[in-house]
Each structure stands twice: as structure tokens, then as C-alpha cells.
């Protein structure tokens, strides 16, 4: 038995009363050191150091630090990782430094149904090289096969699929790739915080992240970048000031930073970082594989409970697969008029969102979801299809953020 205490760990968030939060894969909730150490840093470091708190507060390392903070979470070496920028920047920075590691190559391979920004990013890329230096080619994942990669400088998957929650093998895909001479990306946006992940075991080449869903940053909290040791001393396409070797030298020519610090561009957010550093903390102490084993038995819950239900297996179908070694920290199920279900599950205090073209995402995060919470979520779904409550018109009017 694990010997986590998940209840303190969800009585250090704050959660909203009288409803089930399970869109954590979306944006995580707040822990409330994290309002408090906000308040801190606006109130007694920007307030009162001024400019001075680049130095006296460290400001100017957070970047590092905070990498820092990421690094044992993804199974990455201290030195390997930096929080900054955006995931789709930080991947324009990983893809390009990736063709010139791999400079005989241009061939970027990534999934059918990828992520719509990793896709941008590459094909934006190939865009501005022109197709002689980089070229993409979508490829079926589960088709995946050494023949595909052999002439691919790098491919880049995402290790759970957003929309189905299926998790892909690591280990076993990085090292299929690196034996044909293609590199990998590995995009962990659905799996940083949720999932025991070893980067350096798995001598994974790159990998890019989110701190906003399962890290619980805040909502649009910066991004972070895994670069191996063996790829660092590689130029930074976005080469800034923040990763000059001697920034406030002031020099015409740009020299990179040794390191990971050279794939920082601009200034960072102090503000954004300080609340990414406080929610990390409590992380602090916690075994990736209790983490990753309390992920599984919420969804575990939530699917015997979904199987038991005569109406729920009527309505829906299951996308993400029922092997628990293939199951991200989520549950997609697919039916009929999932956007006004998604609207009316809202409306009874069970936050879930809706993705195209008829996924309902059930996302659970281990740190504060509990099998109550799914219980829940199964007769607030049962009631809402029974009573076709979301045929009401309110619940066909759709926002930008679905
Ligand atoms: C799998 C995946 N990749 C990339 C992104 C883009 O991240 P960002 O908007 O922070 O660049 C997201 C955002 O949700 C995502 O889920």
C-alpha cells in the first residue's frame, strides 16, 4: 500500500464547494500556497526590492530553478530542464535543434491527430526552411515501425494523446527510432505530474511540456524544455539575451550560455514562474510511481463504474483504452451530442470539457481527485442522459474554450 496521505495532499488545494473537478488535464486547480506565495512575492519582493530582486530574490535564475524543481518529476537530471516560454515555442526550439543534430536528415515524423499546435509548429517550420531542409509526415502511432523512421531526423509524439488518453511506450519507441538514426520528441503535456516518467533511463533526446494542467501553475503558466546532456551544446533558434553567456556584458555578438541556459530567449515572468515554483512544491517528497498508481485506480473506478451502468453503455463508448499499461490520467468516452452533455455535466457541478468531434475528457488528477469524485461524475452522467436534460437550449451555446 502506497504511503502517500492523498487526503492532506488534496486539503492543500482549493477546490470549489459542491463540485467535481475533473478537468485537471486542462488547467490544474490552485493550491493555496500558491494564492499565498503569489501574494508574497507582489507584496515583499516587487513591492519592495524593486529591480533589485533580479538579484536579491534570484529572480534571474527562476528559469533554472524552477527547471529544477521539474526535473525529478519527469525523471530528468538537475541541469537538463528549463521552465520558460510556451510549450509550442520551446517545441520550435527542440524541432530545430533536432535538424541540426541531425544534419543529413529533414524529415520531421509525427502522428495523425497530434496535438493542432505541434503540427503548426513543424509545419511552420518546414514552411520557413523550405521543404529541401524539413519536410513532415503525419504517420499512423500505432503503425509505427523502424522502416517509417529511417530517413526521419526526428519524430515527435505525444507521450498520452489528448484526446484519447492512451499512453505510449517510452522506452521502447525512443529506442526503435535512435536504432534507425532518428531522434525523438517526446511532448508530455498530458503526462508531466500525472505519470512516472523517466527521461534519462529512457535516453530520451528532447521532450517539451506544460505546467498548467497536472503541474497546477496557473492558467497559462509558462512551458518547459528537456534537452539531454548530449545534445546541449547545440545553437538555440531563438537566441535572446537570457541565454548570452554574459547577458549584461552587453556584447554585439551573441555567445550561448553553457548548458540549458542557453535555450532561454527574453525575459521571463517572475510572477508566473514564483507560482509554478510554490505549486511544484507539493510535489516535493512524493514517489512518481505512488502518483502515477493513485492515477490509475481513479480511472480504474471510473471505468468499472462505467461498465456497471445500463445507461452509460448505451450512450457511450470507451476511446482510451481499458489496458491500464496504455491509460494516461484521464477517460474519453465518445457519444452523441457530447458538446450539450459536457455543458449540462457542467451545470450540475461536474467540470469536464468536450474536445471534437464527440469526446467527453474525464481527467483525473492524482493529486486531489479522489473515487468519491468519480462516483459522482457516473450518476450526475446517468441522470443527465436519462433525462435529456442537455436538450435544453442553453446547453447548445458554445464559447471559445470548449
Ligand atoms: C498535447 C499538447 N501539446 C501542445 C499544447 C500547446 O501548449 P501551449 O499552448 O502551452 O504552447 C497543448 C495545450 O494544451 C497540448 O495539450
Not at 525523438?184 to 523517466?198: E, Y
Not at 497559462?220 to 548530449?230: E, T
Not at 469524485?373 to 446517468?382: G, N, V
Request: charged fraction near 20%.
Amino acid at each position: 500500500m502506497s504511503a502517500v496521505d492523498f487526503d492532506e495532499l488534496r486539503s492543500r488545494f482549493r477546490l470549489p464547494d459542491g463540485k467535481v473537478y475533473l478537468d485537471g488535464n486542462s488547467l490544474g486547480a490552485l493550491p493555496t500556497h500558491t494564492a499565498e506565495r503569489l501574494y508574497e512575492v507582489i507584496s515583499t519582493e516587487w513591492a519592495v526590492d524593486l529591480v533589485s530582486g533580479w538579484n536579491t530574490k534570484q529572480w534571474i535564475d527562476l528559469p533554472l530553478s524552477v527547471g529544477d524543481q521539474i526535473a525529478p518529476i519527469i525523471g530528468a537530471t538537475m541541469g537538463n530542464v528549463v521552465c520558460c516560454d510556451s510549450l509550442s515555442i520551446n517545441l520550435f526550439k527542440a524541432l530545430t535543434a533536432c535538424l541540426e543534430v541531425n544534419k543529413g536528415r529533414s524529415l520531421i515524423t509525427l502522428e495523425d491527430g497530434q496535438f493542432p499546435s505541434d503540427s503548426y509548429i513543424a509545419d511552420g517550420l518546414s514552411q520557413l526552411l523550405g521543404s529541401d531542409r524539413c519536410r513532415t509526415q503525419a504517420i499512423d502511432v500505432t503503425a509505427l515501425t523502424p522502416g517509417i523512421l529511417s530517413e526521419s531526423a526526428v519524430l515527435l509524439l505525444s507521450h498520452v494523446d489528448y484526446k484519447s488518453g492512451s499512453l505510449r511506450d517510452m522506452h521502447t519507441i525512443t529506442s526503435m527510432a535512435q536504432s534507425v538514426g532518428c531522434l525523438v520528441i517526446w511532448d508530455l503535456a498530458h503526462s508531466a505530474g500525472a505519470i512516472d516518467i523517466d527521461l534519462e533511463a529512457s535516453h530520451v533526446d528532447f521532450a517539451v511540456g506544460c505546467t498548467y494542467k497536472f503541474l497546477n501553475g496557473g492558467p497559462g503558466a509558462p512551458g518547459f524544455l528537456y534537452v539531454a546532456k548530449r545534445h546541449q551544446e547545440v545553437q538555440n533558434a531563438l537566441p535572446g539575451w537570457m541565454g548570452h553567456a554574459r547577458l549584461f556584458d552587453f556584447e554585439a555578438k551573441y555567445e550561448a550560455a553553457p548548458g540549458i541556459k542557453r535555450f532561454l530567449t527574453g525575459t521571463q515572468s517572475v510572477l508566473a514562474l514564483s507560482a509554478v515554483s510554490a505549486s511544484l512544491s507539493v510535489f516535493e517528497g512524493l514517489a512518481m510511481q505512488d502518483v502515477r498508481a493513485q492515477s490509475l485506480a481513479l480511472t480504474r473506478h471510473f471505468i468499472t463504474l462505467w461498465k456497471q451502468s445500463s445507461v452509460l453503455q448505451s450512450h457511450t463508448t470507451i476511446v482510451t483504452p481499458i489496458d491500464e499499461a496504455q491509460r494516461g490520467s484521464q477517460v474519453s468516452l465518445a457519444l452523441e451530442d457530447a458538446f450539450p452533455v459536457s455543458q449540462a455535466l457542467i451545470a450540475d457541478g461536474v467540470i469536464v470539457d468536450f474536445r471534437e468531434p464527440n469526446i467527453l475528457r474525464f481527467g483525473f488528477s492524482p493529486l486531489y481527485n479522489t473515487l468519491s469524485d468519480a462516483e459522482q461524475a457516473i450518476a450526475s452522467f446517468e441522470s443527465v442522459l436519462a433525462s435529456e436534460r442537455y436538450r435544453l437550449p442553453q446547453f447548445q451555446i458554445r464559447s471559445t474554450v470548449t
